[in-house]
């Protein structure tokens, strides 16, 4: 088949040192994946086009890139699915990481994150003889994590990480959860406390927004955000409850639970705190901008109508918390 | 100059293995990859790792039984010894380090039959058991601060002295090229799949460290020996694991009969790789197949095991063939999968050239011999990695570092890259050339050989040669150019290829992954022994080396 592959090129080395966009006509079979057609202009059409790429079959996580706009592995989108109606495929590299030579980005703040989570297994006590003995099903779920393959996708398309470089990240959240889900990690009956304690700090946990963008790349079906859920549910139940994310969800939830709607006056309260005068009192402008635009809520929250139905929801939700 | 005790080549599961090993016995040790070290090819490892745990009434003697049958008894017998005797605890440090190996009922390791073997003692990650491996060694890199040079792809070595005395490298990213002074130096560079085209293996997977030791004067052994897998999805090549068979998959033909039954009525899709791949050969050249394929057929598994252990080869079969095995039969055939050949070492990983080790699949114990038994490459790179990592430790304690010019390393290094850049357009390309070995390779050193052909291959590799170089660069730059690298590393291929066909030539019988239409049977009396091949003034030179047998007598292979 006959497409045009559109890549994003950059060389810091040569003009105009910056990034342009270059197009690629090709002529390329029918099962070719994304990543064939680069190799293809590669090593047929113009040997300076700089990848990285190796298995070819989603495993090495070597090539993460952005395909008309959204991360993914080349190797593992097809050719024919990722062209548009007039044959063209935009190939860029990955987002919210320095670009190194054309699709080739710099993952060292990507490492450095993943060693900040201190990604190795902390056992609790002295190591059995044998194996450890646990349920295949907790095996079963980690593997769902450890399928992980660091390619960065995720990274690339994490709108925090876009406004805050600070954030840890959807692969090292991840990461840090497939330990603290590990009933062979922990330092305290079974909980992996102190990982939890460093989690609830500023740029970890509670700062995701839950925009649901690395479940979209994800090329593994780990689903990091809903690794990043289950870290706060975990935080909370292990006592880290004393921040404003952790505030934020249980005045959401009890919110809801009482009355069937945000009680949009008392959340900000309740996130920082009664007592904390100074957040407080930043609200302020944020108040009186409301209040002049006519957007303040009801300074008395009433219940919904049926709100007995969303109690007995909730209560149900609150009987099933997850086990470790 | 920077300079370590221990440099390990390679960062794939034995040279983070050897890494951590050497650390662990005091030793200054760096870890320098071409590529950042999850990357590395022991991720595609899928089927699982065999150790023979005594816990589950298994022996080790079974276990290096099952895999000196399966090598054809071309196998070193002590080295198989070693490796099946250290499994069981290597198994369960890995376990003990987070490797989330799949349970039973009881919540204890869990096993699946694999092939060759006669009894169930794979155990495994799904089938992404190597990935799983792979990314909790580098956990344990990490956890042990080892210096690791990333993306760094080394292009000499330094030989000094009589001895190997460190490396030049080139850092990708930037161009610049480093001297690295090392006492001992440990090759864990992996296979060299991409000789073959196609190849089940990773782009990168090109034989650098074995060409780079057999320049440096090392033995290389077994090099006829290269395993083709008898399930590589239809098209692109990738590998469909066999823990498909191990599961229960069959072989079908085009009337859906499962030939196997006509080559290995006992084992059926067990039998060892070199078996199977050469009754589908068979079947395909006798025209009973379709469109150069037989299929796999796991239908009859259900979905919801197939979702539960397969999930990743369904994913492939879907991605790259569009077809659901939980649906249809997918259309396979034989593969270059793996190189039971390499740097001849002995059990410590110690190769002839004093210092220098080598461990995994650039190296060649040999616990392979004529074939791999499924699932013993990881158990490989993880008991010789940690083997050579100790003894590597223990040498450089004896060893002082010898002083050479890192400029002028450097300085040579860099004329010779400079020459390759300034090579003038002539119309030919890298790609093209390496293109025509691959293709060159997989006609004449496949699943049946014979003289004629081979000697063709021989001939085209000279020409290939030839055309190598001068082969043109396209890329001048210095930022990440990896038009340079596939360059340098086509000549590193072009040498293992050549090693390779000439050990075919040589070995006159059919054992293993070899199997020579001119001469079809096993001849023990003649060629019960190994082919190594040193670099000479004008080319490989050839010599023959014994055999270890300890107790098991080499007898006739049926499955």
């Given amino acids: 088949m006959d497409l045009t592959v559109r890549v994003k090129r950059f060389n810091p080395e040569a003009e105009p040192r910056q990034p342009y966009w270059q197009d690629f006509p090709i002529s390329i079979d029918e099962?070719?994946?994304?990543?064939?057609?680069?190799?293809?202009?590669?090593?047929?059409?113009?040997?300076?086009?700089?990848?990285?790429?190796?298995?070819?079959?989603?495993?090495?996580?070597?090539?993460?890139?952005?395909?008309?706009?959204?991360?993914?592995?080349?190797?593992?989108?097809?050719?024919?699915?990722?062209?548009d109606k007039d044959g063209m495929i935009k190939v860029e590299p990955a987002g919210n990481m320095p670009v190194v030579k054309d699709l080739v980005v710099n993952l060292d703040l990507f490492w450095r994150k993943i060693v900040q989570v201190e990604p190795f297994l902390k056992p609790q006590g002295p190591e059995p003889e044998a194996e450890y003995v646990v349920p295949n099903e907790a095996m079963m779920h980690l593997s769902g994590v450890t399928a992980c393959i660091m390619c960065g996708a995720c990274v690339s398309d994490c709108t925090v990480l876009e406004v805050d470089p600070n954030f840890l990240g959807p692969a090292a959240l991840a990461k840090a959860y497939r330990f603290t889900a590990d009933p062979r990690d922990g330092d305290g009956e079974g909980v992996s406390r102190e990982r939890l304690r460093k989690l609830s700090d500023y740029g970890g946990m509670w700062d995701c927004t839950r925009c649901g963008e690395c479940v979209q790349a994800c090329p593994k079906g780990v689903a990091p955000m809903d690794r990043i859920m289950a870290l706060r549910e975990q935080a909370i139940k292990a006592g880290f409850d004393n921040n404003n994310g952790a505030r934020h969800t249980e005045a959401f939830t009890e919110s809801v639970g009482h009355s069937g709607s945000l009680n949009e006056l008392q959340l900000p309260v309740k996130t920082v705190g009664i007592t904390n005068i100074p957040a407080l009192l930043g609200f302020l402008p944020v108040g009186l901008r409301a209040l002049t635009h006519g957007k303040l809520p009801p300074l008395v929250h009433k219940n919904i109508a049926n709100v007995e139905f969303v109690r007995k929801l909730h209560h149900k939700l609150e009987e099933h918390q997850p086990e470790k | 100059m920077l300079e370590h005790d221990v440099l390990i080549i390679g960062a794939g599961l034995a040279g983070m293995r050897a890494a951590i090993a050497a650390k662990a016995n005091g030793a200054n040790t760096a870890i320098i990859s071409k590529v950042h070290p999850v990357?590395?090819?022991?991720?595609?490892?899928?089927?699982?790792?065999?150790?023979?745990?005594?816990?589950?009434?298994?022996?080790?003697?079974?276990?290096?039984?099952?895999?000196?049958?399966?090598?054809?008894?071309?196998?070193?017998?002590?080295?198989?010894?070693?490796?099946?005797?250290?499994?069981?605890?290597?198994?369960?440090?890995?376990?003990?380090?987070?490797?989330?190996?799949?349970?039973?009922?009881?919540?204890?390791?869990?096993?699946?039959?694999?092939?060759?073997?006669?009894?169930?003692?794979?155990?495994?990650?799904?089938?992404?058991?190597?990935q799983a491996l792979l990314h909790?060694?580098?956990?344990?890199?990490?956890?042990?601060?080892?210096?690791?040079?990333?993306?760094?792809?080394?292009?000499?070595?330094?030989?000094?002295?009589?001895?190997?005395?460190?490396?030049?490298?080139?850092?990708?990213r930037t161009g610049q090229l480093h001297a690295i002074r090392a006492k001992t130096v440990i090759f864990c560079t992996g296979g060299l799949g991409r000789v073959f085209e196609p190849s089940t293996n990773a782009l990168i997977v090109t034989g650098d460290g074995m060409a780079l030791a057999y320049h440096a004067g090392a033995r290389l052994m077994d090099m006829e020996m290269v395993q083709y897998h008898p399930t590589t999805l239809a098209g692109s090549g990738v590998l469909i694991s066999e823990a498909a068979r191990g599961e229960g998959a069959y072989l079908l033909d085009k009337n859906g009969e499962r030939f196997m039954k006509k080559y290995a009525p006992n084992m059926m899709e067990l039998a060892s790789r070199d078996v199977v791949s050469r009754s589908e050969q068979t079947e395909i050249n006798a025209g009973n197949g379709v469109n150069g394929c037989v299929y796999l057929d796991c239908r009859h598994l259900g979905e919801k095991l197939i979702k539960e252990k397969l999930s990743q080869i369904r994913e492939i079969g879907i991605d790259l063939a569009g077809a659901d095995m939980?649906?249809?039969?997918?259309?396979?055939?034989?593969?270059?999968?793996?190189?039971?050949?390499?740097?001849?070492?002995?059990?410590?990983?110690?190769?002839?050239?004093?210092?220098?080790?080598?461990?995994?699949?650039?190296?060649?114990?040999?616990?392979?011999?004529?074939?791999?038994?499924?699932?013993?490459?990881?158990?490989?790179?993880?008991?010789?990695?940690?083997?050579?990592?100790?003894?590597?430790?223990?040498?450089?304690?004896?060893?002082?570092?010898?002083?050479?010019?890192?400029?002028?390393?450097?300085?040579?290094?860099?004329?010779?890259?400079?020459?390759?850049?300034?090579?003038?357009?002539?119309?030919?390309?890298?790609?093209?050339?390496?293109?025509?070995?691959?293709?060159?390779?997989?006609?004449?050193?496949?699943?049946f050989r014979q003289k004629t052909g081979m000697e063709e291959t021989v001939q085209e590799l000279q020409e290939l040669k030839a055309r190598f170089a001068k082969v043109p660069v396209e890329n001048k730059g210095k930022v990440f150019n990896t038009d340079l690298v596939f360059a340098l590393e086509l000549g590193f291929m072009l040498d293992c290829a050549e090693t390779i066909a000439v050990s075919a030539l040589e070995r006159k019988d059919s054992r293993g992954a070899q199997f020579r239409t001119d001469y079809p049977k096993r001849d023990d009396e003649n060629w019960l022994k190994h082919i190594a091949v040193t670099k000479g003034e004008v080319g490989p030179e050839i010599s023959h080396l014994p055999v270890t047998i300890t107790k098991w007598t080499p007898e006739e292979r049926k499955y």
């Fill in chain 1, 31 to 83: 099962n070719a994946t994304v990543l064939d057609t680069l190799i293809h202009i590669r090593e047929m059409v113009d040997g300076t086009l700089s990848l990285r790429c190796s298995c070819r079959s989603a495993i090495c996580g070597s090539c993460a890139m952005r395909i008309n706009g959204h991360a993914g592995l080349a190797c593992k989108t097809k050719a024919s699915d990722a062209m």
């Fill in chain 2, 326 to 447: 939980v649906k249809e039969p997918i259309p396979i055939r034989p593969g270059m999968h793996y190189m039971m050949g390499g740097i001849k070492t002995d059990v410590n990983g110690l190769t002839n050239l004093p210092g220098v080790y080598a461990a995994g699949e650039c190296a060649c114990v040999s616990v392979h011999g004529g074939n791999r038994l499924g699932a013993n490459s990881l158990l490989d790179t993880i008991v010789f990695g940690e083997r050579s990592g100790s003894h590597a430790a223990a040498a450089a304690g004896e060893l002082k570092f010898v002083d050479f010019s890192a400029a002028a390393a450097v300085q040579r290094e860099e004329q010779r890259i400079q020459a390759m850049l300034n090579r003038p357009q002539n119309g030919d390309r890298v790609a093209s050339v390496r293109l025509g070995m691959g293709e060159s390779m997989n006609r004449n050193l496949a699943v």
């Fill in chain 2, 136 to 172: 909790v060694m580098f956990e344990q890199l990490i956890k042990s601060g080892i210096q690791s040079y990333e993306e760094w792809f080394v292009t000499s070595l330094v030989q000094e002295e009589g001895r190997v005395c460190g490396v030049v490298a080139l850092e990708i």
């Fill in chain 2, 39 to 130: 990357r590395s090819h022991s991720n595609a490892a899928q089927g699982g790792i065999n150790a023979a745990l005594t816990d589950r009434g298994d022996n080790w003697e079974d276990h290096a039984y099952d895999t000196i049958k399966g090598s054809d008894f071309l196998g070193d017998q002590d080295a198989i010894e070693v490796m099946c005797r250290a499994a069981g605890r290597s198994l369960i440090d890995m376990e003990h380090m987070g490797v989330t190996f799949n349970r039973d009922e009881e919540g204890h390791l869990g096993t699946r039959a694999f092939g060759g073997q006669r009894r169930a003692r794979t155990f495994f990650v799904g089938d992404f058991t190597g």
